[in-house]
């Protein structure tokens, strides 16, 4: 999915249209753990969609926020956070 607005409706859209698309293949589409970014739209969507599945923050994005809020660490357990 492309989207420019990044909105939980667009994500809605995304996740009905994946939903029907493998109800159509008969597969049964019922994820214990869905990973993304930090969007909290995206994580409003995947709890109206898929209330059990846990979200998970891809690795990238954990240490792209630790680095950004590293003033927030003690500098001797910033190497060890890392």
């Given at each position: 999915m492309f989207t420019s607005h990044e909105?939980?409706?667009d994500f809605n859209h995304?996740?009905?249209?994946?939903?029907?698309?493998c109800n159509k293949f008969e597969i049964d589409f019922q994820p214990n753990y869905i990973?993304?970014?930090e969007s909290k739209a995206m994580f409003n969507s995947i709890k109206?969609?898929?209330?059990?599945?846990?979200?998970?923050?891809?690795?990238f994005h954990v240490r792209m926020n630790i680095r950004k809020h590293k003033h927030l660490i003690?500098?001797?357990?910033?190497k060890q956070v890392m």
């Open positions: 909105t939980t409706s995304f996740w009905h249209s994946l939903k029907e698309l990973m993304s970014d109206i969609h898929f209330p059990a599945a846990q979200c998970l923050m891809c690795y003690q500098k001797e357990k910033y």
